[in-house]
């Protein structure tokens, strides 16, 4: 049987387990002393690492002999390197190569520097393993990794292990490996307690170790596999990388002992004096060692450390800048802001893990890594697992068990669960479930371009091949051998999507809304913003928001303007690759696209393929390299199929409600049967629910603020307490005026109330969805049904009623604005409403549109009822969100709506040009008919029909006009 070695390699407290043999390594001589790795003179030299690395002079921090001394001028670089700086440098790297230069101008894998750590442990316990087995042994090695090193990083190691002729590896994640050490010992019982449908089960991972803080829930999961049950654990993809880090927390202790500037005397309590570390941990010193000879920049002097908990436990958290000043003509390690304290930035930390799942459903937490012994908790731990406490999690021991703290020292139960993992995939038995990462690809086809997803963030089973095919998206002009591509990496860009996926910390929801809302009816184009955006600076750090909107909302491609200053101040997550045929066909061809990846396994392989093999040279397929993938900042603007959602941006003061006191105090005075109600209910619809404010802070200039947003909230809290009175005494009014069937004032409600939106009282909007089921209602009083419900309904049932009731009581020969608003709202706030169509209301909803077009057309009224329905029949395009086949150009009847859709916009250019010599309406009408074509012919840029929305806006008759014809 293959033995299994899995190895914890972070430098410090290393472990190995080798499980048949219950072997277990510790790596460090003395325990708490960082493992470095020693680079050669030249590039061909030998790297060497672990006591061999150590016992030699160079780097070491001492004055004497001169290649021990530590410089810190740019261009002596380090040839010493802790394994924790090199794992936190190939972290931090994400998807680019990380190298450690040197002073003779040759640079250096990091991961090759981390592989041949790896691999010298390997050799050692590879003979070893023969010494006790008598014979020659090849063993399994599993790998532990952070649990944020990108594929790229990961491929790196890979790939240099191989080099260095070891077996090829397998790669787990940190945490990962730490659950499955814990369910080797819970499984069983976690099997008679855990739900099978419960999602929410879950478990942290504390890991205290000096190249990250790492903390990480896992999700359990029921996993049947060849008639057996598994408890697995789901790693979610971390969306940010840990800031805190040992190195600094250490390296600001020392800091804090050390002369000002003294680097040598810093780098042998960093490097080679163990003491700090173990403080930290709250380990014993070794007093026979002590006091230490310590070379200074005064001379030579006794290190003999004092109490250093007081330190520990204040220092604060933020990079330290002496590590850095070292490792700066080597390496980068970036800089993160300063917080309190380490301990307690660490409580912060885990109580926002454990604001994340309901604390019931948590099964276990595991408190781990070198940083960590069992006298912690007398320490700074205590700080760290305070919200554990609070909420009521407390109970600690030294063994696994479920609904306790596991207390697990050192880096043995990451090497445990290592070799558990690599025994599993031996056995081909399952052993945790993985999200792929999110990666997209941008293509361009018959002149449409557009993100696919490559990898769509779905959960797949660890250590097992994934494979997907995107068919026929790519197209390779004639006469061409090269493919010009772009990869998204994560989220895909906004401009395909609903939102900005980008919200700046320092602004406020109300205040991104508010730049949302300058920029989109403020300018008109891309560079206006441009010029007027640095006004932001003093209002938030982060004014290129104001840009990225910009961006997204102005057709063209502007990105490339705006990256100069992106590619200082931001990662870019697109990439740009050229991929190379070895012919051009003689006809645009289509190109299929092939991924295949695992889990912690590198990077995905991407082919691309072609059904006409010739000018491929025979091959099936031409693999895409990337080693040739560089940095883009300028992506190109996809092209929209449907305009993305809209918003209401509410006043930030409130003004229409916090100047309406005394009105709104009337109000609630002021019952229904008085013979003054009809009237201060109009008031309060025009002053406090309908009013709109201009806004002026100096930097943004807006007008017709709305009093709140289609969700009904308010941007501050006077704002939504009086939002809410008005609310509570609407709901008490209608009691009354339902309970006593005043229908005559109850239609004069329905239409101002529903301006709340969804802060509409819920015993009226249960009214409206009653009326819509059925009832003997006048005409106007279904139009006023109909339009309150476009405001105030949310719910996916409501949504549906609503449509159906619409295609029942409209038909071609009674059409009314009513129901064309109320969809037309429907469509343009709740995210939800394409998914309650179907294809026979959406067609049917379209020829509503339609129909009203050409009535308004006959009688040469182009306002915004003609505008309306252009609005509506560009949002109800949002249903090819739910199937590409919805209002798809290849079917005739399509084609033919949206042509008589467009001849009649032309026909409102003609009048306007030739009968009311009115240039500035017709260029605006001209405006929406791009607007409409570009989103009918699915290459818009932009997010919104820009033209279209400010006809709309301009006309204003979108108050409370219910048309009551034929009532």
Not at 10 to 26: K, N, T, W
Not at 67 to 72: C, G, L
Not at 211 to 224: K, N, Q, S
Not at 938 to 956: K, L, M, S
Request: aromatic share 10%; net charge neutral.
């Amino acid at each position: 049987m293959t033995k299994v070695l899995g190895i914890a390699n972070f430098g410090l407290m290393d472990s190995v387990v080798c499980r048949g043999r219950e072997l277990q390594e510790p790596q460090t001589d003395e325990g708490f002393r960082l493992i470095d790795v020693l680079l050669p003179q030249g590039i061909l030299g030998r790297i060497t690492t672990g006591a061999e690395a150590k016992f030699q002079r160079t780097h070491t921090g001492l004055s004497w002999p001169l290649e021990a001394k530590i410089y810190t001028n740019s261009t002596k670089a380090l040839r010493r390197a802790p394994l924790p700086v090199l794992w936190r440098s190939l972290v931090e790297s994400g998807d680019r190569i990380a190298t450690w230069r040197s002073s003779d101008g040759a640079d250096f894998s990091i991961g090759k520097m981390l592989a041949q750590s790896v691999c010298d442990i390997y050799s050692k316990m590879k003979d070893k393993l023969a010494n006790l087995n008598e014979g020659e042994v090849r063993p399994q090695t599993v790998i532990a990794i952070p649990n944020t090193l990108d594929e790229t990083g990961q491929d790196t190691l890979l790939h240099e292990c191989i080099g260095l002729g070891m077996p090829e590896p397998y790669l787990i994640w940190r945490p990962v490996a730490v659950a499955l050490a814990w369910l080797n010992h819970t499984e069983q019982k976690l099997r008679d307690t855990l739900k099978a449908t419960d999602p929410n089960a879950h478990i942290h991972i504390l890991y205290f170790g000096a190249d990250a803080l790492e903390f990480t829930t896992l999700r359990l999961r029921y996993y049947p596999h060849n008639n057996n049950i598994y408890i697995l654990p789901l790693r979610d993809r971390p969306l940010e990388m840990p800031e805190l880090a040992g190195i600094d927390w250490a390296g600001n202790v020392i800091e804090a002992l050390c002369e000002t500037n003294d680097f040598g005397a810093y780098w042998q309590l960093f490097t080679t004096f163990p003491e700090v570390w173990q403080a930290i941990a709250n380990r014993p010193f070794d007093e026979k060692l002590l006091p230490r000879p310590w070379s200074t920049a005064k001379g030579w002097q006794f290190w003999n450390p004092v109490d250093m908990n007081a330190a520990i436990e204040k220092t604060p958290a933020r990079s330290n800048s002496m590590l850095r000043e070292i490792l700066h003509s080597s390496c980068t390690l970036k800089d993160y802001k300063p917080g309190s304290t380490f301990p307690n930035q660490a409580a912060c930390e885990i109580e926002k893990m454990l604001n994340e799942f309901p604390p019931e459903a948590l099964r276990g937490v595991i408190v781990c890594g070198p940083l960590v012994s069992d006298d912690t908790l007398k320490t700074w731990l205590c700080t760290v697992l305070a919200p554990l406490k609070e909420k009521k999690f407390q109970k600690h021991s030294k063994q696994a068990q479920i609904n306790t703290i596991w207390l697990s020292p050192s880096n043995i139960a990451v090497a445990e669960g290592a070799a558990i993992y690599g025994e599993r995939r031996l056995a081909d038995i399952p052993a945790y479930l993985d999200t792929m990462p999110q990666l997209y690809l941008f293509t361009e086809t018959n002149g449409k371009r557009q993100w696919h997803p490559l990898l769509n963030a779905q959960e797949v089973l660890g250590g097992h091949d994934f494979e997907d095919k995107i068919t026929g998206k790519f197209e390779l002009p004639s006469g061409r051998r090269q493919l010009e591509i772009i990869l998204c990496k994560g989220a895909v860009p906004p401009s395909s999507g609903d939102s900005l996926s980008h919200l700046p910390p320092e602004l406020t929801t109300c205040q991104a809304r508010l730049i949302r809302h300058w920029v989109r009816t403020r300018f008109k184009s891309y560079d206006e913003v441009r010029e007027e955006c640095d006004k932001l600076e003093s209002w938030t750090p982060d004014y290129d928001y104001a840009l990225e909107v910009a961006e997204n909302i102005f057709p063209g491609d502007t990105a490339g303007q705006h990256a100069e200053n992106l590619q200082d101040k931001v990662e870019t997550q697109f990439r740009s690759n050229t991929i190379n045929f070895p012919s051009s066909p003689e006809k645009d061809i289509l190109l299929d696209v092939c991924v295949n990846m695992k889990p912690a396994a590198g990077l995905a392989k991407v082919s691309f393929m072609s059904r006409d093999t010739y000018f491929l040279g025979g091959r099936s397929s031409i693999r895409m390299n990337y080693a040739t993938m560089k940095p883009c900042f300028a992506p190109p603007k996809s092209q929209r199929s449907w305009p993305a959602l809209l918003e209401i941006c509410a006043h930030p003061e409130d003004p229409a409600l916090c100047k309406n006191i005394e009105l709104i105090y009337e109000f609630e005075k002021t019952p229904p049967t008085s013979s003054n109600y009809k009237d201060l209910i109009d008031k309060i619809a025009k002053r406090c629910l309908q009013s709109k404010y201009k806004h002026d802070s100096g930097i943004i200039h807006t007008n017709g603020l709305n009093p709140f947003t289609e969700n009904g909230v308010c941007c501050t809290e006077d704002g939504n307490e009086l939002l809410g009175r008005i609310a509570n005494k609407f709901s008490q009014d209608f009691n009354l005026l339902e309970a006593k069937r005043d229908i005559k004032t109850i239609k004069r409600v329905l239409p101002r109330v529903c301006w709340m939106y969804l802060a509409t009282p819920k015993n009226i909007v249960s009214y409206i969805r009653t009326g819509l089921t059925g009832g003997d209602w006048s005409k106007s009083m279904k139009n006023i049904l109909v339009e309150s419900a476009g405001k105030c309904f949310q719910n996916e049932s409501d949504i549906r009623l609503l449509y159906e009731h619409i295609t029942k009581n409209y038909n071609k020969k009674y059409v009314t604005i009513n129901s064309i608003r109320s969809v037309s709202r429907i469509l343009r706030y709740r995210e939800n409403a394409p998914r309650c169509l179907t294809e026979t209301t959406a067609w049917y909803l379209a020829h509503l549109a339609v129909s009203l077009m050409e009535e308004n057309s006959k009688d040469k009224n182009y306002t915004s009822k003609f505008f309306n329905c252009v609005l509506l029949i560009i949002y109800l395009l949002r249903f090819r969100k739910v199937s590409s086949d919805n209002f798809s150009l290849k079917y005739n009847n399509v084609r033919s709506l949206f042509d008589k859709c467009k001849n009649l916009i032309k026909n409102s250019i003609y009048f306007f040009i030739n009968t009311k010599k009115d240039t500035l309406k017709s260029d605006k009408s001209i405006a929406a008919l791009k607007d409409f074509e570009d989103f009918v012919h699915q290459r818009a840029t932009g997010n919104y029909p820009q033209a279209v929305i400010g006809i709309v806006d301009e006309d204003n008759t979108d108050k409370d006009d219910i048309d009551e014809k034929d009532d």
